[in-house]
């Protein structure tokens, strides 16, 4: 069969009808409900840090180069790079107890990246680095980004435990104040804000949770003191325990096998089945590092990247399902006679052979088919993001496992546990595996404190409507600051979000560099600039509405309402943005040098 020939069984009337059906019975009023865990009497508490104790201090009164908020990757390579710049201050504010970012907190059993550790652990040629396995464990991506901020000094200045209450521009002195939850005030001259793209825990609002008996919590705030051993240690507290995880995203996934392992009972609550494709981990090759050159690790990202957006290499660096199965549902092979109808009969055609391949995983692991037909996804792939294991199917297979199918979600939670379809489920010990508010959620949530510019403008009233920015880093009426690049913010997007923070750091570590070598005391961005940046957003957005609406709801269709999308709140190119012309750009601007659609005061005395 060639690669544009149809399947021999592929019916569309029948596939499509099928995908809507299943979509339709998830289709259900209050799906994206979530609580606010900031203000939540009852569960506040899931925010606390169950891995670093809280070590008092007084509030401190300081002046610096730069404070950055977030200490993951975003924040780390930013410091890095500011660091480079000649930046000698750099406080990096965390609510963590350490660096690590997503890394510090998501340490439940079995956590681990889904994209290949040679490109997404930062700065390995410079840490002379090589991860032991293809994709590494969260304890060894945790230990590497601490090594870099060791290696950088960042952590000496650090302020961990510490959350930004309040940030505002002062023009009398041209720095910002910045206010803590612990009493700090800090001033800096410049403000970068490096909070990452998954750092809002989401727990839904189940009714009656705050009833249940028994112990809970999140996945993102694993708790080793109720369940036993640690990240990669046998759960030795559970062996008397029934447990409930809800969610099956990627942490439930990657939690699911150590927990049927450990416990008496698990009930898998499922609302929607993920596409769980082969990760093929394996450790690396002894030899892997004698046929590496300088500049291998962009040059992998690179290959993955160009291959992800349709590119031709002659090798796949990578060769795993993001460049197979992502790759090939992104660039549709056309010919030039072909029509808009042709193209996308040969797009659900591509898509049916590796929806049903992942059909016919799950029944190749799973012996159990009732328990197959309830795990197999009915969607096409792009609408939820996809997932890669190789012990999840398998660990299905368990005696001690129940899959509840629910699609409308958990009716409710009493004292003994979750209620579906009316049967209550008698469990010990409920997990919410829920994961995070959406990437693409506004910068201005994502911060979780008031960001106040020039004439008291606060970010959220700017971009209330949308975007408004240059190059999804900058914007006007907020000086001399700086937002890490990310999706839904006018920069574009990447699977690997390494390489994307790799991006931004570098801009805005060169971009400071030549502030300070030209004197400048504050910079803002023009109108005009910020006018065109924006334009340029909304003229190449890609109204997607009408195929996303037929998805299954996820995250990457706003839970099934994706003509919400605002154009404002595109990409730099069309879709999913062009992340080479980006980069290009980009580094043209810098190397220029002249700051172009920047306002800029510069002290009198600069040479």
């Not at 570590?509 to 030209?518: A, D, I, M, N």
Request: hydrophobic residues 35%; negative net charge; contains cysteine.
């Amino acid at each position: 069969m060639s690669g544009m020939d149809p399947p021999a069984s592929y019916d569309p009337e029948t596939v499509r009808a099928k995908y809507l059906s299943e979509r339709d019975r998830r289709l259900v009023p209050n799906r994206a409900e979530i609580r606010d865990l900031r203000g939540d009497e009852h569960f506040a508490g899931y925010r606390a840090d169950p891995f670093t104790p809280l070590i008092e201090r007084d509030p401190l009164a300081d002046d610096v180069g730069v404070v950055v908020v977030g200490g993951g990757i975003a924040g780390t390579l930013a410091g890095v790079r500011l660091r480079e710049a000649g930046v000698e201050r750099i406080r990096i504010v965390d609510q963590a107890g350490g660096i690590g970012g997503t890394w510090y907190w998501n340490r439940y059993p079995g956590v681990m990246c889904d994209v290949e550790s040679y490109i997404y652990m930062p700065m390995l040629e410079e840490l002379d680095y090589i991860p032991s396995q293809r994709y590494a464990l969260g304890g060894e991506i945790l230990s590497h980004l601490q090594a870099v901020a060791d290696r950088y000094s960042l952590t000496d200045d650090a302020l961990f435990h510490t959350g930004v209450s309040r940030a505002e521009w002062q023009d009398e002195t041209d720095r910002w104040l910045i206010t803590t939850d612990r009493g700090d005030q800090l001033t800096c001259q410049y403000y970068v804000l490096a909070v990452g793209i998954l750092n809002l825990m989401k727990l839904p609002a189940v009714p009656g949770m705050e009833e249940f008996a028994g112990h809970s919590f999140h996945g993102a705030r694993w708790d080793y003191g109720y369940t036993g051993g640690g990240p990669g240690q046998p759960l030795t507290n559970l062996a008397d325990k029934k447990v409930a995880l809800i969610g099956n995203g990627a942490s439930g996934i990657q939690a699911l096998p150590p927990l049927a392992e450990a416990s008496e009972h698990v009930y898998l609550f499922q609302r929607t089945p993920s596409a769980v494709g082969e990760r093929g981990n394996r450790p690396t090759d002894p030899g892997f590092a004698a046929t590496l050159e300088p500049g291998w690790q962009r040059e992998r990202m690179d290959n993955f990247q160009g291959i992800i957006m349709g590119r031709h290499y002659d090798v796949d660096l990578v060769d795993d399902g993001w460049t197979h199965d992502y790759a090939a549902n992104r660039n549709v092979p056309g010919r030039k006679e072909m029509t808009i109808e042709e193209i996308k009969r040969a797009s659900e055609e591509i898509d049916y052979r590796i929806m049903e391949a992942h059909r016919q995983r799950v029944d190749e692991f799973v012996s159990d088919p009732i328990k197959a037909e309830i795990v197999k996804p009915y969607y096409r792939y792009l609408c939820k993001r996809p997932c890669f294991h190789d012990e999840y199917l398998p660990a299905l297979n368990c005696d001690n496992l129940t899959i509840v199918d629910c699609p409308g979600g958990v009716e409710r939670v009493t004292e003994q546990g979750p209620v579906v379809d009316g049967q209550q489920y008698e469990v010990d010990c409920i997990i919410y595996a829920t994961g995070f508010e959406a990437e693409v959620t506004p910068i201005f949530r994502r911060v979780g404190h008031e960001i106040v510019g020039r004439g008291g403008i606060t970010l959220a009233e700017k971009w209330g409507d949308g975007g408004a920015s240059l190059f999804g880093m900058m914007s006007h009426g907020f000086p001399n600051m700086f937002i890490m690049p990310a999706p839904g913010q006018q920069a574009v997007v990447t699977v690997n979000y390494t390489q994307l923070a790799v991006l931004g750091a570098e801009f805005i570590g060169r971009t400071v560099g030549q502030l300070l070598q030209k004197g400048v005391e504050a910079f803002d961005v023009s109108a005009e600039a910020e006018e065109a940046w924006t334009q340029k957003i909304v003229d190449g957005f890609v109204d997607s509405s009408a195929i996303m609406s037929a998805c299954t709801p996820s995250r990457l269709n706003n839970e099934g309402h994706p003509e919400t999308m605002n154009p404002r709140n595109g990409n730099y190119g069309s879709g999913l943005g062009n992340w080479f012309g980006y980069r290009e750009l980009l580094e043209q601007w810098l190397e220029a040098g002249n700051l172009e659609g920047l306002e800029l005061e510069v002290c009198p005395t600069a040479p």
